[in-house]
């Protein structure tokens, strides 16, 4: 194991010893960095890590292109006036399946956080917690 550098021993480190959170690199917009922060702060901090960054990057970027691909398509209808499919619809379509897909393997979905046997217990025991929509809704705390 390399000997640390003095630079990387003075970066002070959490009191409780857990890593310090992600943070968005530089390049990304504004819109980029906002989904970062707000996925990234919806999680337990040691669950992202720096090897996901990369991932978790084109992740973001896929949640922002499925948003304005969907403002797109609810400001215009998502057939063309010629008759055609709008081509946003083929942007939203494609950002969603990226999105759906790199957020299982971030383990970011319910289902691949937790077994649905495990899951299955809380509903039945009236301990599920509410989806992260609802607690946005209902201001709620996470459980």
């Known amino acids: 194991m390399p000997r640390k550098s003095a630079a990387a021993l003075a970066v002070p480190r959490p009191v409780d010893g857990r890593p310090p959170r992600l943070t968005a690199p530089a390049w990304m917009s504004l819109a980029e960095k906002e989904v970062f922060d707000e996925v990234a702060a919806a999680v337990d901090a040691r669950h992202l890590v720096r090897a ?27 057939v063309t006036p010629q008759g055609t499919v709008s081509p946003w619809l083929r942007v939203w379509e494609t950002a969603a399946k ?26 039945q025991t009236g301990i599920a917690p509410l989806a992260w929509l609802e607690q946005q809704r209902h201001g709620e705390p996470r459980r």
């Open 98 to 123: 990226t999105v759906g897909a790199l957020g299982h393997k971030l383990r970011l979905a319910p289902s691949a956080r937790e077994h649905p046997r495990t899951t299955a217990r809380r509903v």
């Open 52 to 78: 996901d960054l990369s991932m978790f990057c084109t992740f973001v970027s896929g949640v922002v292109l499925s948003r304005q691909a969907a403002a797109e398509l609810r400001a215009a209808s998502p």
